[in-house]
């Protein structure tokens, strides 16, 4: 047997491999799973309760952190988190936590404001928060600039951006009885209202914000005019008393109305934020504009009282212009004063034409020198005339007095100065100062001594009347005595009387026989012997 077929066969060494160990326990996996679990949950609540804004309110009245909800269109958006002053202490931040998918309303031009019971103008919003409480309304703007702090509007907007319409601008110089919420009317249809109203940067007039709703707004042109329709516009002519009212409501509230004058032109629709001017009334508003206007200053030496800026400059009953302004001067050369009316006027209010003439040549300003001339030198002239017994409102009316004084217009002058006549006022006031003088020139001391010696005859004429009514008294006495019946003549006369008396009784009887036999007068009465 060959060396080495017996040994054993060979094993390989062992060697100790060490066992590798893991840092991370099995204990630890809970608390891990248990912290992404929660970050998870952290995560998705803050994706799913929406961003944080803050308001800015001028007060928090009606506004309660945690309960206080912000709604658009009648869908709770968001709720009020906190409430707290600002740091001036003017005003009241308040944190808002808005609902998810709410960011995209969230711009440059959204608008949030307090919902509580209000009335204004014509319009009553917000009394369902009697019994709910107040809340935060939210109107969504248009922009594409994403915003987190806002300011709340004083006051709700009264059209919000979903209503079809649109808005426009009109300029007055007194809001009246406006406000916001008046109702606008069209044809007496109620068509829109007043937005919003504020002052104009030169503190002169207003601009009155309204909002027509569609389809009405196609009917605003820009030849449009819109006119106040507050109360009840009477007017008393040759037809009769005329009332026009817009509506009942027009009447307690106010309101504005709008046309536009048929034209017969095909007119669009005018732009929106269009400004217009927002007249007094509708004969106003109607009133052709002055195309040519002229300034002329008119001299009264008398008083103008119940004359006011806008009366009526009239020619024989038309409007042909208006008083602009008014003043008081001093004549230092002959220490008089008087008053200068100042009124603009429109030639071609007086439909003057001019045979012969084209158009352009009757606008030109020689033409209208050359007609007022003329209108002078045959009388014309401005006079101060009562337009009301009651108001004692004056205006100006300009006619013809063949009689007055010839002058001539010094156009060198600017404005040029018009000729005048005295008022009626005036005119009656110098009769009646005229009658006080005749009378003051009356001798009254002589009328009154021939008075008293004729009074003096008087008396005595009254004397002998009364002695010779004495003497009619006893002339009558002696008759009443006289006729007396106890007296003598009175039995003779009642004798005489008697005797008279049985004579007609007798010729009665005769009469009456002979009517019944007149034959009695040729044969004699039957039974009479004849001889």
Do not use: C
């Amino acid at each position: 047997m060959p060396d080495g077929e017996g040994s054993a066969p060979h094993v390989p060494e062992s060697r100790a491999v060490s066992r590798k160990q893991t840092r991370l326990s099995l204990v630890w996996i809970i608390p891990i799973v248990a912290a992404i679990a929660g970050a998870w949950v952290a995560v998705t609540r803050i994706l799913a309760e929406g961003p944080k804004i803050t308001i800015v309110f001028k007060s928090a009245e009606g506004l309660e952190a945690g309960k206080t909800q912000i709604h658009y269109n009648g869908v709770t958006v968001g709720t009020i988190t906190a409430i707290r002053l600002s740091d001036d202490h003017r005003s009241v931040i308040a944190t808002a936590q808005m609902a998810p998918k709410t960011q995209d309303f969230l711009v440059d031009d959204t608008h949030f404001w307090v919902v509580r019971p209000r009335i204004s103008g014509a319009t009553v919003s917000g009394l369902g928060t009697l019994i709910s409480g107040a809340y935060v309304g939210m109107e969504i703007g248009t922009s594409k600039v994403a915003k987190r702090e806002f300011t709340a509007l004083a006051t709700p907007p009264v059209v919000t951006g979903d209503i079809p319409g649109r808005f426009f601008v009109l300029k007055t110089p007194d809001l009246g009885s406006l406000d916001v919420g008046t109702p606008l009317y069209f044809r007496r249809l109620e068509v829109g209202q007043i937005a919003a109203y504020a002052l104009a940067d030169d503190g002169k007039s207003l601009n009155v914000r309204v909002f027509v709703r569609a389809p009405y707004d196609q009917y605003v042109t820009p030849d449009t005019r819109f006119w106040q329709a507050s109360g009840v516009d009477m007017s008393l002519s040759a037809s009769g008393l005329t009332v026009q009212t817009q509506s009942l409501l027009s009447i307690l509230i106010g309101g504005v109305a709008f046309e536009t004058p048929a034209t017969g032109a095909v007119l669009t629709a005018a732009e929106p934020e269009t400004e217009f001017r927002l007249f007094q009334d509708r004969q106003d508003a109607f009133r052709l504009p002055a195309r040519n206007p002229t300034t002329y200053v008119l001299v009264f030496n008398e008083s103008v009282r119940g004359l006011e800026p806008g009366a009526p400059v009239e020619f024989r009953g038309i409007r042909i212009g208006e008083v602009t302004a008014m003043r008081a001067q001093f004549d230092a050369t002959t220490y008089q004063f008087s008053v200068p009316v100042t009124v603009r006027v429109d030639p071609a209010s007086l439909g003057v034409k001019l045979i012969g003439a084209t158009p352009e040549e009757m606008m030109t300003e020689a033409t209208h020198r050359r007609v007022i001339d003329t209108l002078v030198a045959r009388g014309a002239r401005a006079q101060l005339r009562s337009g009301s017994l009651l108001t004692g409102a004056l205006f100006v009316a300009v006619d013809l007095f063949p009689d007055a004084p010839r002058t001539a217009v010094d156009w060198s002058q600017d404005p040029p100065q018009f000729p005048t006549v005295p008022g009626d006022v005036a005119a009656i006031e110098a009769n009646v100062v005229s009658i006080i003088k005749k009378i003051d020139q009356m001798p009254i001391k002589g009328i009154g001594d021939d008075l008293k010696k004729a009074l003096a005859g008087v008396d005595q004429t009254m004397v002998s009347a009364r002695g010779t009514l004495g003497n009619a008294d006893r002339t009558l006495d002696s008759a009443d005595k006289l006729i007396d019946p106890n007296s003598l003549l009175g039995g003779a006369l009642g004798e005489t009387l008697q005797e008279v008396n049985r004579m007609a009784r007798s010729l009665r009887v005769l009469a009456d026989y002979l009517e019944r036999h007149p034959e009695a007068l040729l044969r004699g009465k039957p039974g009479e012997p004849k001889q």
